[in-house]
């Protein structure tokens, strides 16, 4: 898994790439909970991601929960088919805001 992170207007954009697995998890989890500790609105962008397991989700779960208790912004933009695809089976494609892309996600939420 590769990662990074850049600001766009009022977010922070996390793009996660590769597969986001148990091994690679912690990394996607430490660098979300990082930008939302320092009251950033955050947007993980899926669009590189090749394969993403109930670790990687719980990653993505644990950086919503910490955005609602805190009044920060946090969605998931250009979803991968793989993502949504893990996305849709535990139904969280119903819990997650999800965007096409950064702009989209900026003015509508």
Do not use: W
């Not at 609105?41 to 993505?60: E, F, K, M, Q, R």
């Not at 969280?92 to 702009?103: A, M, Q």
């Amino acid at each position: 898994m590769e990662c990074d992170a850049r600001t766009e207007g009022d977010f922070t954009v996390i793009s996660l790439q590769g597969e986001v697995d148990l091994h690679f998890s912690p990394r996607a989890r430490e660098i979300i909970l990082k930008h939302l500790q320092q009251k950033q609105h955050v947007l993980v962008d899926l669009s590189a991601v090749d394969y993403i397991d109930s670790s990687g989700v719980a990653s993505l779960v644990e950086g919503f929960q910490h955005a609602r208790t805190n009044t920060l912004k946090f969605a998931l933009v250009g979803v991968s088919d793989a993502a949504m695809q893990i996305l849709q089976l535990s139904r969280l494609d119903k819990v997650f805001p999800i965007f096409v892309g950064i702009d989209d996600a900026a003015t509508q939420l």
